[in-house]
């Protein structure tokens, strides 16, 4: 079942997707089992060893607070930075977890983070707010089992942000609004996924595609050729020079050894 999420390409475009569409890949996704079964087991943890008092409720409003917090703050200040790419140990790393997804924004296979990085984000920041505010093991982990629940629930509302589909509710279609308005206007902004109140706070937020100029960068998130020449790693990597708009017919094929000898 797993097979097919290991290939690479455009398996699964969410640009060519609809709604049934994505309930099956979204089902069948083993970063959604993982999450599940992180989610089920901290139930159970909870469940068995949490007070029957308010403690383990605390734990969990605790999470459901300061998760949107988390989110923003690792999106802006990690995922688009530029430290990660500028170094071999970690550029691999930095183009898994957030190069590939603004390259393409529609691909499946690459918005979901991989669970290598997304299951030890999650516990870490979970676990220590579970057990203080709901004294102990059993408020740990219903934290961490809210924290992969939530955790489920954003990424099918990232998913559907990217889906060729127009949700029905007036809500999820501002949500996708302002998403893609990170995606093709200005990735300086809009950080959010279900919610923006964040970017509210700290100034991020633009309500409309007109308030920005678009950003040259919106699609290589400032990995440019230029950078590309000085700090290779990623672009040898994609097997192909970082790209400034959505791809095309045809592109795919360009490799970044073609590049070298297309110069010489």
């Known amino acids: 079942m797993y097979a097919r999420w290991r290939k690479h390409g455009?398996?699964?475009?969410?640009?060519?997707?609809?709604?049934?569409d994505l309930w099956k890949a979204y089902g069948s996704h083993p970063a959604v089992h993982l999450y599940v079964a992180g989610a089920l087991g901290g139930a159970v943890i909870a469940m068995l060893r949490g007070d029957a008092g308010w403690a383990p409720l605390r734990a969990v409003l605790l999470t459901l607070l300061v998760y949107p917090l988390a989110w923003y703050l690792i999106h802006r200040f990690v995922l688009h930075s530029r430290f990660l790419y500028r170094s071999p140990l970690t550029a691999a790393l930095w183009k898994r977890i957030h190069f590939d997804h603004h390259q393409d924004p529609h691909r499946m296979d690459v918005l979901f983070g991989s669970p290598l990085?997304?299951?030890?984000?999650?516990?870490?920041?979970?676990?220590?707010?579970?057990?203080?505010?709901?004294g102990g093991i059993g408020g740990a982990a219903a934290a961490v089992a809210t924290g992969f629940a939530v955790t489920c629930i954003y990424e099918f509302c990232h998913c559907v942000q990217h889906l060729n589909f127009k949700p029905r509710s007036r809500l999820l279609r501002r949500m996708k609004e302002l998403h893609l308005n990170h995606h093709f206007q200005d990735e300086h902004g809009n950080f959010g996924i279900t919610s923006f109140l964040i970017d509210r706070v700290f100034g991020t937020y633009y309500a409309s595609a007109r308030e920005r100029n678009r950003s040259p960068h919106v699609f290589n998130l400032g990995y440019d050729a230029t950078e590309a020449a000085r700090y290779p790693w990623v672009a040898r990597l994609s097997g192909e020079m970082p790209r400034d708009r959505p791809r095309r017919a045809g592109d795919a094929g360009r490799a970044v050894s073609e590049q070298a000898g297309g110069a010489a």
């Not at 398996?11 to 060519?16: T, W």
């Not at 299951?119 to 203080?132: R, Y």
């Open 117 to 134: 990085t997304t299951v030890p984000t999650i516990v870490a920041i979970t676990l220590p707010l579970g057990w203080v505010a709901g």
């Open 10 to 20: 455009r398996s699964f475009d969410l640009g060519r997707m609809g709604l049934g």
